[in-house]
């Protein structure tokens, strides 16, 4: 791309830093977050996620290895507009990869690319952030900066995840409803019931059938054993036809292996064994004369076959009635063409309290989320090949943006812009700050999405993804940028050394919030808003302390490369305790997971109390 050489062009920061900064921030949360949310919703398992996920951490890790080079080659502007167009490459591989039947190993590719494209983006914006401004602009532009960014998180959180939610809806097949009626006078018998046999009908036909369309149970209690072997046929029937994944990601496919590596034999397999043993999920032993709620099982069907390497998923969730009866089995069934002709069972079970009648609807909806999920991604497609247009067009061109073309040794240079960073005075104690001041977040923020959308059987709250968007796109949103501009003010009016304690606080306590959510279980919607409203606010309060630190930290020569590696750090710290997040949830459940990030806090906040900060820094000066 020609960069012109002529007079450097004058643009209203207005025009360019909200749209800058936006753009930094959505394949950042897509790559975090998004990914996260999309492979539950495809059937990934939380340890895959978490581990496959968090390695896409990388890229933000080690780029202080390259950020000298976007120094010193080209101009910060050249890199803008060439890595958005390289993301929206990115972007396209992965839409077009969701669809495969290989697609998780794939769109990883992809992330990766996306992810390195990503952070190369993140060292040139924050450069031409520092040389597009003068000083006082820099000082009046960083809350809008943040505050896009912060926007473009929770779009990616919220509005992103909507859209795929009202794909994942529109695209299927009409929804069903389940009536589930408890009576005291019931008294039929509990067994799997028959569907009749389907008819090769074209596919524009197709619907799911259900078989009884009005459901009964009895509220007289049954043994607890009763129970256990019901659901255990029931629940085994549906794995080995296909209608429920019991393992996937990268796994897939190697059943019959009984290779077992050193590190699953040495390491992994006695950890886990230790950990169930000592914190693993309570089960009360239970007797075979022990009662419990009555169930009924209701048969689904599809009524056609689908087309080859393409499936309708089934999401049953609770609609209307008596919360008493409960849906235990069959809350998210795949249908293909290799078990299309077979019923799938749900299993249904009311409170063993219930003594009289009652009911309850529950709703089923079918989607392709495949197919949701890639218009999703083009979306994000079309956004970035625009960003890349305007940011040609609008991004002004400031003299000092420059290729440096009069080093002679780069390498020279480049080792010495690197080595410079670490040999700072109290580089240890900078470096455990910056990889422990969010342990604890570092393990939320991948667990927070499954643990909405798992199941109540499985220690989740149950939601769909449309309400997990929504929530974080309503209520989050508002929170964290609130949070993230007092913030800004507060370290504006007394320092970063004044705020320092509090916003360490507050980035970590509000994580009971998702204690209480993980042992309440809490039905309203309104509760479940609220608690993300604490911890989503708070977190935007207490992360300001984080930035005005790796400010800090950087300021001097080569502040452009010194805050990429301090930004490094910073992802490092996510990525390593994020990586084994969803093996340790997997293994102690929900409950003992959140407790185990509140224990985090406690090394997360020793560097506090030693780190050494000016006290006028972060104080606004006045301006003559």
């Known amino acids: 791309m020609k960069e012109n050489t002529g007079a450097p062009k004058q643009r209203n920061p207005w025009a360019w830093i909200p749209t800058l900064y936006f753009a930094e921030g959505i394949p950042y949360v897509v790559v975090m977050t998004v990914s996260v949310i999309m492979f539950k919703r495809l059937g990934i398992s939380n340890t895959d996620i978490a581990l496959y996920t968090g390695w896409l951490y990388l890229p933000w890790v080690i780029k202080p290895l390259w950020s000298p080079i976007v120094d010193l080659l080209k101009t910060k502007r050249w890199w803008i507009i060439i890595m958005q167009l390289i993301i929206g490459a990115a972007l396209g591989g992965i839409a077009l990869a969701i669809p495969l039947p290989v697609f998780f190993k794939v769109t990883l590719i992809f992330m990766w690319l996306l992810a390195f494209s990503s952070a190369t983006h993140d060292i040139a914006a924050d450069g031409f952030y520092m040389l597009g401004l003068n000083e006082h602009q820099q000082a009046y532009f960083v809350g809008i900066r943040s505050t896009f960014y912060r926007i473009a998180m929770i779009t990616g959180q919220g509005l992103l995840i909507i859209l795929a939610g009202f794909f994942e809806t529109s695209t299927g097949l009409p929804p069903i409803e389940i009536n589930v009626m408890a009576s005291p006078s019931s008294v039929k018998e509990i067994c799997l019931p028959e569907a009749p046999q389907s008819s090769e009908t074209a596919t524009d036909d197709s619907y799911f059938a259900v078989f009884p369309q009005k459901a009964e149970l009895s509220t007289q209690n049954i043994p607890t054993s009763h129970l256990d072997s019901i659901r255990k046929v029931v629940s085994t029937y549906n794995q080995e036809n296909g209608f429920v994944i019991s393992h996937s990601g990268l796994r897939n496919g190697q059943k019959g292996s009984t290779q077992v590596s050193w590190w699953s034999q040495q390491v992994s397999v006695p950890s886990k064994e230790f950990l169930k043993k000592q914190f693993g999920a309570n089960k009360k032993a239970v007797d075979g004369k022990t009662l419990t709620g009555n169930v009924s099982i209701v048969a689904v069907k599809l009524s056609s076959k689908p087309e080859d390497n393409k499936e309708m998923v089934l999401n049953t969730r609770f609609r209307n009635g ?32 219930l003594t009289q009648s009652s009911e309850a609807v529950f709703k089923g909806i079918s989607g392709n989320i495949h197919l949701a999920w890639s218009i999703t991604f083009i979306i994000l497609v079309v956004m970035f090949v625009l960003f890349s247009i305007y940011h040609r067009f609008i991004l002004p061109h400031p003299a000092s943006d420059r290729q440096l073309t009069e080093h002679q040794n780069l390498f020279k240079e480049f080792f010495m812009t690197f080595g410079s960073f670490f040999r700072r005075k109290d580089i240890g104690l900078i470096i455990s700050f910056l990889l422990l001041y969010r342990l604890g977040e570092s393990q939320i923020v991948k667990m927070a999405s499954p643990f909405m959308l798992d ?60 204690v209480y959510m993980s042992y309440a279980q809490p039905d309203s919607q309104f509760i479940i808003g609220l608690c993300v409203v604490i911890e989503q606010f708070s977190y935007g309060f207490g992360f300001t302390a984080y930035m005005l630190f790796m400010i800090y930290v950087s300021e001097g020569e080569h502040k ?9 750090f910073m992802a490092l710290g996510m990525m390593i305790p994020g990586m084994f997040s969803g093996w340790l949830q997997e293994i102690i459940g929900y409950q003992h997971f959140f407790v185990w990030v509140m224990l985090c806090m406690i090394p997360g906040l020793i560097p506090v109390f030693f780190v050494k900060i000016a006290p006028g820094f972060g104080i606004k000066k006045k301006i003559a």
Request: with cysteine; aromatic share 12%; proline share 3%.
């Open 322 to 353: 008596d919360n008493s009866i409960r849906l235990l089995e069959g809350e998210r069934f795949t249908f293909n063409a290799s078990n299309y002709n077979k019923p799938a069972y749900l299993l249904f079970q009311c409170d063993p309290k």
């Open 560 to 568: 452009t490369a010194h805050f990429a590696i301090a930004t490094g």
């Open 455 to 514: 199941s109540r059987q499985l220690g989740g709250l149950g939601l769909t993804t449309g309400q997990v968007g929504l929530i974080y796109g309503t209520f989050g949103i508002l929170a964290l940028t609130t949070g993230g501009i007092l913030g800004g003010f507060a370290a504006a009016k007394k320092g970063l050394k004044y705020w320092i304690w509090v916003m360490a606080l507050a980035i970590n306590i509000p994580h009971l919030t998702y």
